[in-house]
């Protein structure tokens, strides 16, 4: 009796497993994602289907291409997803979660022969897939999903696939432009019931790859997400440290601001490696999505939550080290070329919490107006808020900005420096405390 009872006491310290991670046997104990990515990858992933950016930037010749999308943007074990092609019905579906494995990119997990439907099991740990679909008639391109569980982690990341969607152009129409590209002609909404223009992968291999390839690389434990789910489900952040967005997350719900919030003040920690975040209200209708009005308009600034916000498009600035955490790892009088753009942030002329300013833009002695800066706090939970204030960040770490700006291999290694400095920050949960620049703002 005495040893049952020291094992049913042993058997509560323990984390428990999630419905999800058992039915489908996943591995999603303590440091799941360093023994993923010791896992052989596949450095032929992308073989076949060459960058091409989404959006704005998406200038696609007209070639016969294989396309598709998925009944949803996410799932979980024991879901199926259906996938719908345009071009053909006769293809493989080549299925890799994306991550490091020893930088390659990618792990292939299913080879599939003109699949109707995409089930998540015991081959689908959660993260970030792309499915390549291909035949010989036609140019191949990727249909991106995300698999979610709920275990313990450092950080959970948000797939930011409602601001991919509002900028896709796939059919003519986003909710930017309309075919002439002209914002006249724009759609009031749009729907998830089609492909991606680009390659296929909406935003994702520039705005968000980079990131996941160095959070998995480090080995922190992390949960996977989407707009969607943080917008449906209230239990979202429950088992994290913290939430942290990639490069490009302009559109969020009301809700998905509520939640976020909520979450910082109850002590989770927010890294936003972007530029122009929490911009624009969404809303969600079934598969469809619209509307583009700024927070501001509610009285809801993002500088309340994020310490900053955009004020600039279009610019190309020398990013400034502070010589302060986290870019004090790159040295005094430290300069990252050409950083701040294409959109950024700044703390100037907001209301918010006090914050200080880790790095800022570069001015000639002439120049007047905002100065693009990067921003860090401490809100009263303890929780702590970064807002590097660009959204060339990402993609400059892999060199895959698509307006323009190209970074040498020196900016890129500055850039992954200091992005691990955060990142095992948040792995340690060992945080600076804020040294106050602009105090609170009412």
Avoid at 11 to 26: D, F, I
Avoid at 110 to 119: E, G, M, N, R, V
Avoid at 254 to 261: D, F, G, T
Avoid at 388 to 399: E, I, P
Wanted: glycine share 10%; charged share 20%; hydrophobic share 40%.
């Amino acid at each position: 009796m005495r040893k049952f009872l020291v094992l049913v006491m042993i058997a509560g310290l323990l984390t428990p497993l999630s419905a999800a991670a058992t039915g489908c046997r996943w591995d999603q104990s303590a440091g799941w994602i360093a023994r993923e990515n010791q896992k052989a990858g596949d450095k032929k992933w992308s073989e076949g289907v060459p960058l091409r950016f989404s959006a704005d930037f998406s200038r696609r010749k007209d070639i016969p291409r294989l396309e598709g999308y998925l009944s949803a943007a996410s799932a979980t074990c024991g879901e199926k997803l259906t996938l719908t092609t345009v071009g053909s019905k006769k293809f493989t579906a080549s299925v890799y979660r994306m991550g490091y494995y020893n930088n390659t990119g990618a792990r292939l997990v299913k080879t599939l022969k003109s699949p109707k439907h995409i089930a998540i099991d015991a081959k689908t740990p959660p993260g970030q897939y792309l499915i390549k679909i291909s035949n010989r008639l036609r140019a191949a391109t990727f249909v991106p999903f995300l698999v979610y569980g709920d275990s313990q982690s450092d950080l959970t990341f948000i797939s930011s696939v409602l601001t991919w969607q509002s900028y896709n152009q796939w059919g003519g129409w986003s909710l930017y432009k309309g075919p002439d590209g002209k914002r006249e002609t724009m759609a009031k909404s749009v729907t998830f019931n089609r492909p991606y223009d680009g390659d296929g992968s909406g935003q994702f291999r520039y705005m968000e790859q980079p990131l996941v390839n160095l959070m998995e690389q480090l080995g922190l434990d992390i949960n996977y997400t989407t707009d969607f789910e943080v917008d449906r489900n209230p239990e979202v952040f429950d088992a994290t440290k913290g939430i942290i967005v990639g490069g490009h997350s302009e559109y969020w719900t009301l809700q998905m601001r509520q939640r976020i919030e909520a979450a910082v003040a109850n002590g989770k920690h927010l890294l936003v490696f972007g530029g122009n975040t929490a911009y624009a209200i969404t809303e969600i209708n079934g598969r469809d999505i619209s509307g583009r009005k700024p927070f501001r308009e509610i009285n809801q600034p993002e500088s309340t939550l994020l310490g900053s916000q955009y004020f600039a498009l279009a610019i190309k600035k020398d990013l400034v080290s502070n010589n302060v955490w986290p870019f004090s790892v790159l040295g005094p009088d430290a300069v990252i070329k050409g950083l701040y753009g294409y959109e950024a942030d700044t703390a100037l002329g907001t209301i918010g919490p006090g914050v200080q300013v880790v790095a800022r833009s570069a001015i000639s002695p002439t120049e007047k107006g905002y100065v693009a800066m990067s921003t860090y706090y401490n809100a009263p939970s303890g929780a702590s808020v970064l807002n590097v204030g660009t959204n060339g960040w990402v993609c400059a770490m892999s060199n895959r900005c698509p307006w323009g700006h190209s970074f040498d291999a020196f900016a890129q290694q500055q850039l992954n420096l200091v992005t691990t400095e955060v990142l095992m920050a948040a792995k340690t949960s060992k945080w600076p405390v804020a040294q106050i620049d602009f105090p609170s703002r009412p």
